[in-house]
């Protein structure tokens, strides 16, 4: 297993210096200028001419390319053009809670999916499936920015169980996770059940029946096993999109997470922060697959990795 | 699970005597020397002392300094109050006072107010509470820079060139603490000689979202909001039981600027043909909800230079169509749907902006200008404007203070990239009147002369006025005391307290 991680590691650093490069290029090369923003209106042409070359900013790209993955190599992600401070402190100020959030999410995804796409695999086309159908759709269709407004109306403002937004504890952590959460819900379940179903015709399924093993015991102990490998992909692929909705989330709930941070920092051109974010953001992809490919191994024997 | 972590649902989290105000940005940095965003300003105000301060009327009156004197029009000297104490405990002096301008004036610090401060020659100190001040040349808007927050000497030589996260301030109320971009935390200064606040202390939050501000206002987590309200909001604010609005009079003034260097918009005639079909009453009465005053120019009618006499521009299509007969483009079919040409209109991808966009594009259409609408998101938008890539555009100037601003945006050697005369605006007259006017230190004289270059700027029209924004906060019935002031500053929380 161990030569497996580390031959995934080393396959990651070609993705994410790709990445960089990509958004390094991007960001550069967009229309819109850091030192117009810092500066503002009443700056003189002189003074922006100075900040520019005090920020290396005048330098050709190639040159600034070099200068940045010099710095890379020295874990140095540089300083915010915007407000000066190292751009590895905010977004390790930031980080903890677009965690908190994902986790949430995904958890309450796993709480959610788990006994009912269970129950809608062992009874399909029951009342309880069809239900559940339902709701995945409108899990599926409702976006994050309709959902997270009707959520607080109905449990910050009609009941108060919940408050509104910001982040203070555990019951901050309610809404926002269940906002993001119901989109990746809906698709487990429904990934879930149609695994189950695909897998409940199967002959080793017709031999446990005839053993005389109990349905439960069909179900959990044969069945899900099995069918838990389509819905760790959907898991893996999902949980990076999960950091992509955090956005829209944190920026109804107030959430001080990287996904509005990484949004300002495009907003306001502050290139060592933008590339810092996406930086940061791209490792937590090639981690989350590095997991799901172990997860893999773990639930089937079968693709345990042979050097 | 939601009922499990109900039983711990926080009661706002308040200590008593706080209260919480709602920020849809919060400031990127407090530090004086760097703020530039205007919510820094407008809570700096709470936490710094300047020499002096803005009055509603946007004149400059005693705060740090008792008074002063202009003995030649190159020199003003400042006579400090005795009591004034940085939170560190150290007496404010005039060592300070020269300290923090030196700081902005260095070129090492890159502060963005450096060129603000380019008429001064040299800061003095005379003695401790005395300071002068020595300029390059007679410079009548001055006394702008003097509103500057001062900071403690000895923190500045701590950290001469890099913001400063907790900024010692004199103010009446001081930073406790804050965390992590969100939330700022400001505590009561109980020894502040203009009178203590009655409040323990105020905190602010950025809830980015407007919806979610009013909805955390409804809930009582939120005290105040200021500005930042959608229009469309107003109505259910007002059947809040425990919200209470108020409105007053800005200083913002939200403008429709043109690219005069190219035909059709080069012709005079034609910017008054659009200035006369544009119906600004429909637009304020609808989209804004009264939220706004039609504006006759750049100076609000609460500023000390305000003229009205100025020409004004009603709502008249048949004028405008008169107009732009006569400059030649006629209206190839009449009523019908060709146009006599066709304007691209850039604004950013706010909903507000594009909604007046569209009603623009229509009443634009009946006269027979076809508008092409292009919106960006705010830097690229922002870029195309300072280059003077642009027909027309929409924006604000917030926060107007000198009439020094009409040099900036209509004399001639301010064109872009030097300065705000994006539309390359030239005329002679105005040219020589906006010079006189920031020379002259003679206040009836400077009245008299920015008098008359708002009566030419409205007649030549380099931008169209369009309205004055007005301040709106919503705010919990407890708190009382709050005033909006005409540029959006907090500075009256320190006057205001909350009755249970």
């Given at each position: 297993?161990?030569?497996?991680?580390?031959?995934?590691?080393?396959?990651?650093?070609?993705?994410?210096?790709?990445?960089?490069?990509?958004?390094?290029?991007?960001?550069?090369?967009?229309?819109?200028?850091?030192?117009?923003?810092?500066?503002?209106?009443?700056?003189?042409?002189?003074?922006?001419?100075?900040?520019?070359?005090?920020?290396?900013?005048?330098?050709?790209?190639?040159?600034?390319?070099?200068?940045?993955?010099?710095?890379?190599?020295?874990?140095?992600?540089?300083?915010?053009?915007?407000?000066?401070?190292?751009?590895?402190?905010?977004?390790?100020?930031?980080?903890?809670?677009?965690?908190?959030?994902?986790?949430?999410?995904?958890?309450?995804?796993?709480?959610?999916?788990?006994?009912?796409?269970?129950?809608?695999?062992?009874?399909?086309?029951?009342?309880?499936?069809?239900?559940?159908?339902?709701?995945?759709?409108?899990?599926?269709?409702?976006?994050?920015?309709?959902?997270?407004?009707?959520?607080?109306?109905?449990?910050?403002?009609?009941?108060?169980?919940?408050?509104?937004?910001?982040?203070?504890?555990?019951?901050?952590?309610?809404?926002?996770?269940?906002?993001?959460?119901?989109?990746?819900?809906?698709?487990?379940?429904?990934?879930?059940?149609?695994?189950?179903?695909?897998?409940?015709?199967?002959?080793?399924?017709?031999?446990?029946?005839?053993?005389?093993?109990?349905?439960?015991?069909?179900?959990?102990?044969?069945?899900?096993?099995?069918?838990?490998?389509?819905?760790?992909?959907?898991?893996?692929?999902?949980?990076?999109?999960?950091?992509?909705?955090?956005?829209?989330?944190?920026?109804?709930?107030?959430?001080?997470?990287?996904?509005?941070?990484?949004?300002?920092?495009?907003?306001?051109?502050?290139?060592?922060?933008?590339?810092?974010?996406?930086?940061?953001?791209?490792?937590?992809?090639?981690?989350?697959?590095?997991?799901?490919?172990?997860?893999?191994?773990?639930?089937?024997?079968?693709?345990?990795?042979?050097? | 699970?939601?009922?499990?972590?109900?039983?711990?649902?926080?009661?706002?989290?308040?200590?008593?005597?706080?209260?919480?105000?709602?920020?849809?940005?919060?400031?990127?940095?407090?530090?004086?020397?760097?703020?530039?965003?205007?919510?820094?300003?407008?809570?700096?105000?709470?936490?710094?002392?300047?020499?002096?301060?803005?009055?509603?009327?946007?004149?400059?009156?005693?705060?740090?300094?008792?008074?002063?004197?202009?003995?030649?029009?190159?020199?003003?000297?400042?006579?400090?109050?005795?009591?004034?104490?940085?939170?560190?405990?150290?007496?404010?002096?005039?060592?300070?006072?020269?300290?923090?301008?030196?700081?902005?004036?260095?070129?090492?610090?890159?502060?963005?107010?450096?060129?603000?401060?380019?008429?001064?020659?040299?800061?003095?100190?005379?003695?401790?509470?005395?300071?002068?001040?020595?300029?390059?040349?007679?410079?009548?808007?001055?006394?702008?820079?003097?509103?500057?927050?001062?900071?403690?000497?000895?923190?500045?030589?701590?950290?001469?060139?890099?913001?400063?996260?907790?900024?010692?301030?004199?103010?009446?109320?001081?930073?406790?603490?804050?965390?992590?971009?969100?939330?700022?935390?400001l505590a009561r200064n109980p020894n502040y000689p203009l009178g203590a606040p009655r409040l323990a202390g105020v905190v602010f939050m950025e809830v980015p979202d407007a919806l979610s501000r009013l909805l955390e206002l409804k809930r009582g987590t939120i005290d105040l909001v200021q500005n930042g309200i959608d229009p469309d909001s107003l109505e259910w604010l007002r059947e809040q039981s425990n919200i209470a609005i108020a409105t007053a009079p800005s200083t913002t003034f939200q403008y429709l600027g043109m690219n005069l260097r190219a035909p059709p918009l080069s012709d005079v005639r034609v910017r008054q043909a659009i200035a006369h079909a544009i119906d600004r009453d429909a637009i304020v009465g609808t989209i804004l909800k009264g939220l706004a005053t039609p504006a006759t120019g750049l100076l609000a009618p609460t500023h000390w230079a305000y003229s009205a006499d100025v020409t004004t521009y009603a709502y008249n299509p048949k004028r405008a169509k008169e107009l732009l007969d006569q400059a030649g483009y006629i209206d190839p079919d009449g009523d019908g749907p060709a146009p006599r040409f066709r304007l691209s209109y850039k604004t950013t991808v706010v909903e507000l902006r594009?909604?007046?966009?569209?009603?623009?594009?229509?009443?634009?259409?009946?006269?027979?200008?076809?508008?092409?609408?292009?919106?960006?998101?705010?830097?690229?938008?922002?870029?195309?404007?300072?280059?003077?890539?642009?027909?027309?555009?929409?924006?604000?100037?917030?926060?107007?203070?000198?009439?020094?601003?009409?040099?900036?945006?209509?004399?001639?050697?301010?064109?872009?990239?030097?300065?705000?005369?994006?539309?390359?605006?030239?005329?002679?007259?105005?040219?020589?009147?906006?010079?006189?006017?920031?020379?002259?230190?003679?206040?009836?004289?400077?009245?008299?002369?920015?008098?008359?270059?708002?009566?030419?700027?409205?007649?030549?029209?380099?931008?169209?006025?369009?309205?004055?924004?007005?301040?709106?906060?919503?705010?919990?019935?407890?708190?009382?005391?709050?005033?909006?002031?005409?540029?959006?500053?907090?500075?009256?929380?320190?006057?205001?307290?909350?009755?249970?």
């Open positions: 297993m161990i030569p497996y991680i580390a031959r995934r590691l080393v396959l990651a650093v070609p993705t994410v210096i790709g990445v960089v490069t990509l958004v390094f290029l991007l960001i550069h090369l967009v229309p819109g200028d850091p030192v117009d923003v810092m500066l503002g209106e009443t700056a003189r042409v002189a003074d922006k001419v100075r900040l520019r070359h005090q920020l290396g900013l005048d330098h050709p790209l190639p040159v600034q390319y070099a200068r940045y993955l010099s710095h890379l190599a020295r874990a140095d992600l540089g300083r915010s053009l915007y407000s000066g401070r190292p751009v590895r402190r905010m977004i390790m100020a930031r980080y903890p809670a677009t965690l908190e959030l994902a986790g949430g999410a995904l958890l309450l995804a796993l709480l959610i999916a788990g006994p009912l796409g269970l129950a809608a695999g062992a009874r399909p086309n029951s009342m309880l499936d069809s239900v559940s159908r339902a709701l995945a759709v409108l899990g599926s269709a409702v976006p994050n920015f309709y959902l997270g407004p009707m959520l607080i109306l109905l449990f910050a403002i009609h009941l108060e169980w919940a408050p509104v937004s910001g982040r203070d504890g555990l019951a901050h952590l309610a809404l926002p996770a269940l906002t993001l959460g119901m989109g990746m819900a809906a698709i487990l379940t429904r990934m879930l059940r149609a695994a189950l179903l695909d897998r409940l015709h199967d002959d080793y399924i017709r031999t446990a029946r005839a053993k005389g093993a109990s349905e439960k015991r069909v179900l959990l102990k044969h069945a899900l096993r099995n069918a838990v490998l389509p819905v760790v992909t959907v898991l893996g692929l999902q949980t990076g999109a999960l950091l992509a909705g955090t956005i829209i989330t944190e920026t109804i709930f107030a959430w001080p997470g990287l996904g509005r941070l990484t949004l300002l920092a495009i907003q306001t051109r502050d290139y060592p922060l933008v590339q810092g974010c996406v930086l940061v953001i791209t490792l937590s992809y090639v981690l989350i697959n590095l997991i799901t490919d172990v997860l893999y191994g773990v639930v089937d024997p079968r693709l345990r990795v042979n050097s | 699970m939601l009922a499990a972590v109900a039983g711990c649902a926080p009661a706002p989290s308040l200590p008593p005597g706080y209260v919480a105000v709602g920020l849809e940005n919060g400031p990127i940095t407090l530090d004086p020397r760097f703020a530039t965003d205007a919510t820094a300003s407008q809570i700096g105000d709470l936490l710094f002392d300047g020499l002096t301060r803005l009055d509603d009327q946007s004149r400059r009156l005693p705060q740090l300094a008792a008074r002063w004197e202009v003995p030649d029009p190159q020199t003003y000297i400042f006579h400090l109050r005795d009591g004034f104490r940085f939170n560190s405990g150290e007496p404010v002096t005039a060592e300070d006072v020269r300290a923090t301008y030196e700081a902005i004036r260095d070129p090492r610090t890159h502060s963005p107010k450096q060129q603000e401060l380019d008429a001064i020659e040299a800061v003095d100190v005379l003695d401790p509470l005395t300071v002068r001040f020595r300029l390059r040349y007679p410079f009548a808007p001055f006394l702008n820079e003097t509103g500057l927050g001062i900071l403690p000497a000895t923190q500045l030589a701590a950290s001469p060139t890099k913001p400063l996260a907790q900024p010692i301030g004199s103010g009446p109320f001081r930073l406790l603490e804050f965390r992590a971009d969100d939330r700022w935390v594009r909604r007046i966009a569209e009603v623009l594009q229509e009443q634009l259409e009946q006269v027979g200008i076809r508008l092409d609408i292009r919106s960006y998101e705010w830097a690229t938008f922002y870029n195309d404007i300072k280059r003077g890539n642009f027909q027309l555009y929409s924006l604000a100037w917030v926060g107007v203070e000198d009439p020094d601003i009409y040099f900036l945006t209509c004399h001639s050697s301010q064109t872009p990239p030097q300065g705000n005369n994006r539309g390359y605006f030239h005329e002679e007259s105005v040219d020589g009147l906006t010079e006189a006017g920031r020379q002259t230190l003679n206040l009836s004289e400077r009245r008299r002369l920015y008098g008359e270059v708002q009566r030419r700027v409205s007649q030549l029209l380099p931008i169209i006025p369009l309205w004055w924004p007005t301040n709106v906060a919503a705010m919990n019935r407890r708190l009382r005391g709050f005033e909006l002031r005409p540029n959006g500053s907090y500075v009256s929380l320190k006057d205001a307290w909350v009755e249970e």
